[in-house]
């Protein structure tokens, strides 16, 4: 167990998760700021993309790199510091830090050894898309980035395609449109919004059906960086819903409910799980096996 008063003794060290604008660089907070001014040093993904930010609020705090290949060796540097009781933030290039981004093992670790965590609210992507999609955010399922291969994107859809939650993703402009694709394949017409290069000049929504984002996609050039909001299951039309037996089940026990409720071989039962889900026998034997 662990009990944190986050405001109790000032002359302890903090580990502060510092949030940083997502495009517009009026999207920094006052806090923000002067807790980036009064930390004694700033741990940034990159720290050439921090100096500018620095510079431009006029800022000279030290930094120092904290990034996906370094991260273990700082994160005992870092620890050791705060143990002394001096406060660090962590900054990532855009937005909060740790959401698709480095920084969740240094929180973790300043946890394990008793220290302070404060995290300051700001700006992130994945939220102002969910909110500007009109779609529901009653409930909603932050995913991030899907796998880049087809077939392990087509599993992964497939295993969130049962949640009524709106799915919330990132993807790079040059993925964009064979992700539209996976999703309609495997996610059925479903409501979508794309939210595009938010907070900047460029800002765009394109809201309609897979199917009509599509063939939006087809005449578009996809430039800038995007967030996608998909439609969860229960708000989707009926004839997507589907009412498979099998679409409670994962891969594995939808495989070995042939064979131990049918006795099908293991062969057979892939081979019959894949007809059920209309998706290639390769992908689910891939699955099966690995798991
Ligand atoms: N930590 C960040 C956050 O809190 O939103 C996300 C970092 S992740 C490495 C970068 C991805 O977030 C981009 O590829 C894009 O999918 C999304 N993203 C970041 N800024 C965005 C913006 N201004 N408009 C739309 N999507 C954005």
Same mark, same amino acid.
């Given at each position: 167990m662990n009990i944190q %008063? !986050?405001? =109790? =003794?000032?002359t302890a060290g903090v580990l502060y998760v510092v949030p940083t604008p997502i495009g517009n660089?009026? $999207?920094?907070t006052f806090r923000a700021l002067k807790i980036l001014k009064s930390v004694s040093l700033i741990a940034a993904e990159d720290t050439r993309n921090t100096k500018k930010l620095l510079n431009h609020f006029e800022l000279s705090t030290p930094l120092i790199s904290y990034h996906e290949h370094n991260k273990t060796a700082r994160e005992e540097q870092l620890l050791e510091r705060i143990k002394r009781g001096e406060s660090i933030a962590i900054v990532s =290039?855009?937005?909060?830090? &740790?959401?698709? $981004?480095?920084?969740f093992e240094i929180v973790q670790a300043v946890i394990e050894e008793d220290q302070r965590v404060v995290v300051l609210p700001g700006a992130n992507a994945a939220l102002c898309g969910l909110i500007g999609?009109?779609?529901? &955010? =009653?409930e909603f399922y932050f995913y991030g980035f899907l796998p880049r291969k087809k077939k392990d994107k087509a599993l992964e859809l497939d295993r969130l395609k049962r949640l009524k939650a709106t799915l919330l993703f990132y993807e790079s402009p040059y993925r964009i449109k064979d992700t539209l694709k996976v999703i309609q394949e495997q996610l059925g017409n479903r409501n979508i919004a794309i939210a595009r290069e938010? &907070? %900047?000049?460029?800002e765009e929504f394109v809201r309609g059906t897979a199917e009509e984002l599509l063939n939006w996609a087809e005449n578009v050039e996809m430039r800038g960086e995007f967030v996608l909001v998909v439609e969860g299951t229960s708000h989707a039309t009926e004839e997507d819903k589907g009412d498979a037996?099998?679409?409670?089940? !994962?891969v594995v026990a939808h495989v070995n409910h042939y064979i131990?409720?049918?006795?099908?071989s293991s062969k057979d039962a892939i081979k019959q799980a894949a007809v059920d889900r209309n998706i290639p026998k390769r992908d689910i034997y891939q699955t099966y096996h690995i798991e």
């Open positions: %008063k !986050s405001f =109790d =003794d000032e660089l009026e $999207d920094i =290039d855009a937005g909060m830090p &740790t959401i698709s $981004d480095p920084g999609s009109g779609l529901p &955010t =009653d938010l &907070t %900047k000049r460029f037996w099998w679409e409670s089940l !994962s131990e409720e049918k006795g099908l």
